[in-house]
């Protein structure tokens, strides 16, 4: 892959420099004389926001991809490339949309759109992980991201639905475009357990430091691009709520699902992050501290038996093979949140312009268009021009990585090898 | 002879949790209203520091007691748990007691910056505890140290007139003496003798865990300051407070990596002596940073703060494991419990009072902090007692320091 994936994302890199300099241009004409206009203001108000965000998308979702045992240097770093090349392209998309096509000013709410657009491409990003070169993954943030400003652009500006933290537009979209790839790459090689996909002791406390950044700031997330003071407050109280609820669900519902009442690591990495997800739609809107707490309880409880039971099922029935199991931690709770906005404007808890045949049909195509577009672009992605991985290296650094030839860190591990034995079950 | 298998969770666990979330969830529909409060600051203002405060409490804390070889997983996920089971109750436990029922009272950011405050006890002496509990045990001790921290909240505040800030400082300390009673219960239920064969190998730090403590104890380090003036509302104060946190725990890191090398023969320096008294300095500095007015005394603090915490690692165990059979591989005693003293009594002693009163206000004082002092080891007495009953279902001892008693391992990896 030396040239074709080196050549090609310089190319692409020349190609968002050239769009730049023909689209974009800063937001800071105006304020030569004046010390403390409202766009300054603006920009320091949602810094703080923005950064936060920022360390989602780049070591929360990176180290969330490390559980693998041999795929830990891939999660992170082409969660890091993906991610950066992603964000400029969504800037461009992003801006000429929402200007058809005029030259437009970048403020720091495009920063934070700009972010989000790549967290779609991420999430999709998990449900390949492990099968796919890198030269597909550029491919496919190229094409997510063309197909997730479109569906946005319909949701918010012609269905004029709500949508503040994304349950629909990122969560739903990135899950089920995931999906709908890794059905078209579905290979029947990989079929039943490969040697590498699995986890090692020191790989899933990698991916709880992941879980943890983004459960630390996922109300920023929810609240950073809500209108300014009292909405933001309310979407932050919301969010937090629903994630508080929904890891105490997650513990109990991982305690009931497992042997003599253990937990899984892959239940608590990733449901207790569903409460934030499922809350996003309806994060702003008035509704109850207690519905808050009640959505987040839900997405966690779902979210558990979606990875203990639906997962299989896809799996073997479906022939959809989902490596970090988006579907449970973004697809359902995301459909969840949309379907609980809808309910919100029901009982009359949004003031917002938004009716319930809207947030329905925000829903409908969130979906839709993720499933067409990841369709086509698992079509594209199945030529074979791109350098797939053969079977037997999937999940493994060495095909795309300089590793350490000896992988264990701590050679007394092995000292202790008796420990290894597992305990009979009565 | 008890069963040499771990006893199963499966109905008990679920069932507590569940039947816990969902009291929370109906307390707070009737208990507190869901209007937004009246904003008195700008929203930025009042929300920047949350994600700081939760940051320290989540991976903080949880990664620094990730250091034992066997238990990691339990001890970064078992801290969340604890962290959020712990804010829902606080929060409510502050409606109740500060508040009376007919009032109407709202949820505020406030509200979840204090919760996450007064957890911050609970994940202290959860730390103590890690280990030799499971999450149900886990669960009781959360309900009642965040009640008996509340109540000692409101008793200093009615009867000794001690503020917020100061009281929030005074919480490493009765954390520290909590957790640490609560394992000497944990510990005396057992047959002398017996644990500590079992716990030798375990409690050994590996490299790469050890890596992974010293990211909980880098993560702490740096926000500590924001910790440290959360609570001060004078814009200068808050300035003074974060100065002095900040060059406090610069001396203290110092301080403890030189003394590290120092107290071993060969000039060794010790990662558990660091993932420890490194904070140390910003322990102590708490109570006292609004009245430090220069940088040095600060430093001073943080050197001293760092020598203790570093002197107890090395002389206290011997005694605490040996003569009082009190568990403490944590090491909360003298990173927590110790330079929380220093900084309480520094505080004490700096309180500049008019001549006349010196006598009495000092007495309160002092007064105050071994009331602190004495509702943490009580109430850690308590539910020290209430933790060895059968119903909980605890851990067998063979399974102390033991992630296998509560995971499933479907693949009982290479480097376990």
Same mark, same amino acid.
């Given at each position: 892959?030396?040239?074709?994936?080196?050549?090609?994302?310089?190319g692409?890199?020349?190609?968002?420099?050239?769009?730049?300099?023909?689209?974009?241009?800063?937001?800071?004409?105006?304020?030569?004389?004046?010390?403390?206009?409202?766009k300054?203001?603006?920009?320091?108000?949602?810094?703080?926001? /923005?950064q936060?965000?920022?360390?989602?998308?780049? *070591?929360?979702?990176g180290?969330?991809?490390?559980?693998?045992?041999?795929?830990?240097?891939?999660?992170?770093?082409?969660?890091?490339f993906?991610?950066a090349?992603?964000?400029?392209?969504?800037?461009?998309?992003?801006?000429?949309?929402?200007?058809?096509?005029? &030259?437009?000013?970048?403020g720091?709410?495009?920063?934070?759109?700009?972010? /989000?657009?790549?967290?779609?491409?991420?999430?999709?990003?998990?449900?390949?992980?492990?099968k796919?070169?890198?030269?597909?993954?550029?491919?496919m943030?190229?094409?997510?991201?063309?197909?997730?400003?479109?569906n946005?652009?319909?949701?918010?500006?012609?269905?004029?639905?709500?949508?503040?933290?994304?349950s629909?537009?990122?969560?739903?979209?990135?899950?089920?475009?995931?999906?709908?790839?890794?059905?078209?790459?579905?290979?029947?090689?990989?079929?039943?357990?490969?040697?590498?996909?699995?986890?090692?002791?020191?790989?899933?406390?990698?991916a709880?430091?992941?879980?943890?950044?983004?459960?630390?700031?996922?109300?920023?997330?929810?609240?950073?691009?809500?209108?300014?003071?009292?909405?933001?407050?309310?979407? *932050?109280? &919301?969010?937090?709520?629903?994630?508080?609820?929904?890891?105490?669900?997650?513990?109990?519902?991982?305690?009931? *699902?497992?042997?003599?009442?253990?937990?899984?690591?892959?239940?608590?990495?990733?449901?207790?992050?569903?409460?934030?997800?499922?809350?996003?739609?309806c994060?702003?809107?008035?509704?109850?501290?207690?519905?808050?707490?009640?959505?987040?309880?839900?997405?966690?409880?779902i979210?558990?038996?979606?990875?203990?039971?639906?997962?299989?099922?896809?799996?073997?029935?479906?022939?959809?093979?989902?490596?970090?199991?988006v579907?449970?931690?973004?697809?359902?709770?995301? *459909?969840?949140?949309?379907?609980?906005?809808?309910?919100?404007?029901?009982?009359?808890?949004s003031?917002?312009?938004?009716?319930?045949?809207?947030?329905?049909?925000a829903?409908?195509?969130?979906?839709?268009?993720?499933?067409?577009?990841?369709?086509?672009?698992?079509?594209?992605?199945?030529?074979?021009?791109?350098?797939?991985?053969?079977?037997?290296?999937c999940?493994?650094?060495?095909?795309?990585?300089?590793?350490?030839?000896?992988?264990?860190?701590?050679?007394?591990?092995?000292?202790?090898?008796?420990?290894?034995?597992?305990?009979?079950?009565? | 002879?008890?069963?040499k298998y771990?006893?199963?969770?499966?109905?008990?666990?679920?069932?507590?949790?569940?039947?816990?979330?969902?009291?929370?969830?109906?307390?707070?529909?009737f208990?507190?209203?869901?209007?937004i409060?009246?904003?008195?600051?700008?929203?930025?203002?009042?929300?920047?520091?949350?994600?700081?405060?939760?940051?320290?409490?989540?991976l903080?804390?949880?990664?620094?007691?990730?250091?034992?070889r066997?238990?990691?997983?339990?001890?970064?996920?078992?801290?969340?748990?604890?962290?959020?089971?712990?804010?829902?109750w606080?929060?409510?436990?502050?409606?109740?007691?500060?508040?009376?029922?007919?009032?109407?009272?709202?949820?505020?950011?406030?509200?979840?910056?204090?919760?996450?405050?007064?957890?911050?006890?609970?994940?202290?002496?959860?730390?103590?505890?890690?280990?030799?509990?499971n999450?149900?045990?886990?669960?009781?001790?959360?309900?009642?140290?965040?009640?008996?921290?509340?109540v000692?909240?409101?008793?200093?505040?009615n009867?000794?007139?001690?503020?917020?800030?100061?009281?929030t400082?005074?919480?490493?300390?009765?954390?520290?003496y909590?957790?640490?009673?609560?394992?000497w219960c944990?510990?005396?239920?057992?047959?002398?003798?017996l644990?500590?064969?079992?716990?030798?190998?375990?409690?050994?730090?590996?490299?790469?865990?050890?890596?992974?403590?010293?990211?909980?104890?880098?993560?702490?380090?740096?926000f500590?300051p924001?910790?440290?003036?959360?609570?001060?509302e004078?814009?200068?104060?808050?300035?003074?407070?974060?100065?002095?946190?900040?060059?406090?725990?610069?001396?203290?890191a110092?301080?403890a990596?030189?003394?590290?090398?120092l107290?071993?023969?060969?000039?060794?320096?010790?990662?558990?002596?660091?993932?420890?008294?490194?904070?140390?300095?910003g322990?102590?500095?708490?109570?006292?940073?609004?009245?430090?007015?220069?940088?040095?005394?600060?430093?001073?603090?943080?050197?001293?703060?760092?020598?203790?915490?570093?002197?107890?690692?090395?002389?206290?165990?011997?005694?605490?494991n040996?003569?009082?059979?009190?568990?403490?591989?944590?090491?909360?005693?003298?990173?927590?419990g110790?330079?929380?003293?220093?900084?309480?009594?520094?505080?004490?002693?700096?309180?500049?009072?008019g001549i006349?009163?010196l006598p009495?206000?000092?007495?309160?004082?002092?007064?105050?902090?071994?009331?602190?002092?004495?509702m943490?080891?009580?109430?850690?007495?308590?539910?020290?007692c209430?933790?060895?009953a059968?119903?909980?279902?605890?851990?067998?001892?063979?399974k102390?320091?033991?992630?296998?008693?509560?995971?499933?391992?479907?693949?009982?990896a290479?480097?376990?």
């Open positions: 892959m030396r040239f074709k994936f080196s050549l090609m994302a310089i692409l890199e020349v190609v968002m420099i050239v769009l730049f300099g023909l689209f974009v241009e800063y937001d800071i004409a105006h304020q030569v004389n004046a010390t403390r206009s409202p300054t203001d603006q920009f320091l108000q949602l810094y703080p926001l /923005f936060d965000v920022h360390v989602m998308i780049f *070591v929360g979702f180290f969330l991809m490390t559980f693998l045992k041999k795929y830990g240097f891939s999660g992170v770093g082409f969660n890091l993906l991610a090349l992603g964000l400029q392209w969504g800037t461009i998309v992003q801006g000429l949309l929402h200007d058809k096509g005029q &030259n437009f000013h970048i720091i709410k495009n920063m934070i759109n700009a972010d /989000f657009s790549t967290a779609t491409v991420l999430i999709s990003f998990g449900a390949v992980l492990g796919t070169s890198p030269i597909q993954m550029l491919v943030t190229i094409l997510e991201i063309a197909v997730f400003a479109g946005e652009h319909l949701v918010t500006n012609i269905f004029q639905a709500s949508d503040t933290g994304a629909m537009t990122i969560h739903a979209f990135g899950a089920y475009f995931g999906l709908a790839v890794a059905g078209i790459l579905y290979r029947p090689g990989l079929r039943w357990e490969h040697k590498n996909e699995e986890s090692v002791y020191h790989s899933d406390l990698f709880m430091i992941g879980t943890l950044f983004l459960w630390i700031f996922w109300p920023s997330f929810n609240s950073a691009i809500a209108e300014p003071e009292e909405k933001q407050y309310r979407a *932050v109280i &919301n969010t937090y709520l629903s994630l508080v609820a929904s890891v105490i669900m997650a513990y109990a519902l991982s305690s009931l *699902v497992e042997r003599r009442g253990r937990l899984d690591m892959v239940h608590i990495q990733n449901a207790t992050l569903a409460g934030g997800v499922a809350v996003g739609t994060a702003d809107m008035e509704i109850p501290l207690y519905a808050a707490m009640g959505i987040g309880s839900i997405a966690g409880i979210s558990v038996l979606g990875y203990k039971f639906l997962s299989p099922l896809l799996g073997n029935k479906l022939m959809i093979k989902d490596t970090c199991g579907h449970n931690l973004h697809g359902l709770p995301g *459909v969840f949140g949309g379907l609980a906005s809808i309910l919100a404007i029901y009982f009359g808890m003031a917002g312009s938004s009716s319930m045949a809207m947030q329905a049909a829903l409908g195509s969130s979906i839709g268009s993720a499933i067409v577009g990841g369709l086509a672009t698992g079509l594209i992605l199945k030529l074979p021009i791109w350098d797939q991985p053969p079977d037997e290296n999940y493994d650094d060495s095909l795309y990585w300089k590793v350490p030839k000896v992988r264990e860190l701590d050679p007394q591990f092995f000292q202790h090898a008796h420990h290894n034995h597992l305990e009979h079950e009565v | 002879m008890a069963s771990p006893r199963s969770l499966r109905c008990c666990l679920p069932l507590w949790a569940f039947t816990l979330q969902v009291a929370f969830i109906l307390l707070l529909c208990l507190i209203s869901s209007d409060p009246q904003m008195q600051q700008k929203f930025m203002v009042t929300y920047q520091v949350i994600p700081d405060l939760t940051l320290m409490a989540a903080g804390f949880g990664f620094l007691s990730s250091s034992f066997r238990h990691s997983w339990s001890s970064v996920a078992f801290n969340l748990f604890v962290l959020t089971l712990g804010v829902q606080s929060i409510l436990l502050d409606r109740f007691l500060n508040h009376s029922f007919i009032q109407e009272v709202t949820m505020s950011l406030s509200s979840i910056q204090t919760g996450t405050m007064s957890t911050v006890p609970v994940l202290i002496s959860a730390v103590a505890v890690l280990g030799k509990a999450l149900v045990q886990l669960a009781v001790m959360v309900l009642m140290e965040a009640s008996a921290f509340g000692t909240r409101l008793v200093i505040k009867t000794f007139h001690v503020d917020g800030h100061i009281f400082m005074y919480g490493h300390v009765f954390g520290a909590f957790g640490l009673l609560v394992a944990l510990s005396r239920s057992l047959p002398r003798g644990d500590e064969e079992a716990q030798t190998e375990k409690v050994q730090m590996a490299t790469s865990s050890s890596l992974f403590a010293m990211l909980g104890t880098l993560l702490l380090w740096i500590w924001s910790f440290n003036s959360v609570l001060v004078v814009p200068n104060d808050k300035r003074k407070a974060v100065l002095n946190t900040y060059y406090a725990l610069a001396v203290s110092v301080t990596t030189s003394m590290s090398a107290s071993h023969p060969q000039g060794k320096i010790n990662m558990v002596h660091l993932h420890n008294a490194v904070l140390a300095g322990v102590a500095v708490g109570a006292p940073c609004l009245l430090i007015t220069s940088p040095w005394v600060a430093m001073v603090l943080g050197l001293t703060a760092g020598l203790i915490s570093i002197g107890g690692a090395k002389c206290l165990p011997v005694c605490l040996h003569i009082l059979q009190i568990q403490n591989p944590g090491g909360i005693h003298y990173t927590f110790l330079p929380g003293l220093l900084g309480a009594v520094t505080y004490i002693l700096m309180n500049k009072y006349f009163e009495s206000q000092l007495i309160n004082d002092f007064g105050a902090l071994s009331f602190v002092l004495a943490g080891m009580a109430s850690g007495l308590l539910t020290g209430l933790l060895t059968k119903v909980w279902r605890a851990p067998h001892t063979s102390y320091f033991d992630d296998q008693a509560f995971w499933e391992f479907p693949h009982l290479v480097g376990f």
